[in-house]
């Protein structure tokens, strides 16, 4: 019986109803919390399992086809890249982060459990929460971001359906910085997706399923279609060349790597959140191909219809959508509607997987005797989508949004720490129900903060500081060597504050974290299974004597 229960019991007995404050929280509790945990924060179940090689390929296909990938060559071009050398930015970005991915998703495969759980064995029970705040503020910021490019897929479907829609007058002041139009487009793609919030993650496989095969075909179709019409061999974009030459070249190339790799960088910390789903690790394996191929293909999609809308439309289009908003013919229509309906399709299964499920894994584990993953969820799509008003953000808040997309300069070290202290430090082994005690080793001391971790995460990011400045502010001005090691950014946040980690726990170890054996959730599970048949056994025999 938990204290909650007795409190309320004991009230009873001496014939005091429990006050309304009381019993409105035990109303809200999550059904099988302890106080410290619940069941979509313990160890994932054999029997939820279930995803297999092809549910991590079609996540990834699901993550990367959406407008923002087909976007990604935009910006590299912009800074002075050819096509060519965007796309093999893309790709030698995307391959660098998909071994990180892969590497640090392994430890929720091999032990079943979440990013949240998995920090506390290398930050400390309680420090962890702190790394764990600040993942769950990045979730929620892309989420809102996420749901206005999900508004604009909606748009264009109504677009689609109704062409006077287009010129629908606007009701809303120009201080709102969205309009009407804009406005029920959003209010539509939220109140739709809201349902999907509702399914549990170990069921949501489906829809990656259904996307990956969907937006593949989209994708291929707009291209087969650009082609066929544009003769886009002609077109300039394809014999632009580099803009930038010599070292110049070389910092803007970092740059963009750095750019691409930090887009990834919050899956990269909270990989364990989906792959503990993974019916053994081999299954993840494949996240290693699926991501870098994904994405490179998806965005030389998008050099393809820039170079195409440039010759059909008189201008370079890198946004697919505002590409679709151009076939007008009652044919084109329907053509343009069904492609919208993909791209929501995307837009809303990679928001659910990067974004909600990361940020209402965060609450579980800050709440977990109240906030469950679906409640979670649901928190963090009114709080993302409404509270932080991303119209705002994205129209008048450029800096705010500059500090956002540069957000890896502290998750780098996050990650990095987790890797090297689960790979070098700690071998591999972990004690599974260690961590969801909060005074077992891994509170490592009275405050619960594993000073070791502290010291590297700082190693991490202070010296990137001064170059990510500008980014936020251009009116200040720091040395280029600054900048450069800012554009060296997750190379040198990753794996400095791996180094140093590692360094410092060889020379001051915490030996009471060091196992001969790691100790499985099944290892447990199987323990108390025999244990309680040992108990039935021993009760019948005790039956039978009397």
Known sequence: MGQDEQIVTVADEYGNSPGLWRRMLKRLEVEGNTGHSNKDLD?????????????????????????????????????????????????????????????????????????????????????????????????TFWYGISTYTGAECVRSMIYAMSPRFRHLQNTLPASSHINTQFMISYFVYFVSILPLHYVPIHRIRFLFTAKAIVTPIIGFGIMGWTIANASVGKESLWSQGNTVHGSALGWVFMSGVYSNMGGWATLAVNAPDFTRYAISPKHTYTMAVALPFTATLITFFGVVGAAGSKVLFGQILWDPLLFIDNWTSPGGRAAAFFCALGFY???????????????????????PRYINIRRGQFIIAFVGAWALTPWNILTSASSFLAFMSGYSVWLAPLCGVMVSDFFFVHKGKYDVWELYNKDGIYRYNKWGVNWRSVVAFFVGWVPLFPGFLPSVNKSIHVAKGAVHLYYLGYFYGFGAAALSYYVVCYFWPARETMLDVPVYCDDVLNAREIEENSYGESDSLEKKSN
């Open 43 to 139: 160890p994932v179940p054999p029997e939820m399992r279930t995803w297999n090689w092809w549910h991590y390929i079609s996540y990834w296909i699901s993550d990367n086809f959406t407008p923002s990938g087909w976007r990604k060559a935009a910006s590299l071009m912009q800074i002075g890249m050819s096509w060519r050398i965007a796309l093999l930015n893309v790709a030698v970005s995307e391959i660098l982060i998909a071994a990180v991915i892969t590497i640090n998703g392994y430890v929720g495969a091999k032990y079943h459990i979440s990013f949240t759980v998995q920090s506390r064995a290398s930050f400390g029970y309680y420090f962890s929460i702190l790394m764990i705040c600040m993942r769950m503020i990045v979730g």
């Open 345 to 367: 399709l995307a837009q809303a299964c990679a928001n659910i997987s990067a974004n909600s499920i990361s940020a209402a894994n965060d609450l579980n584990c800050m709440f």
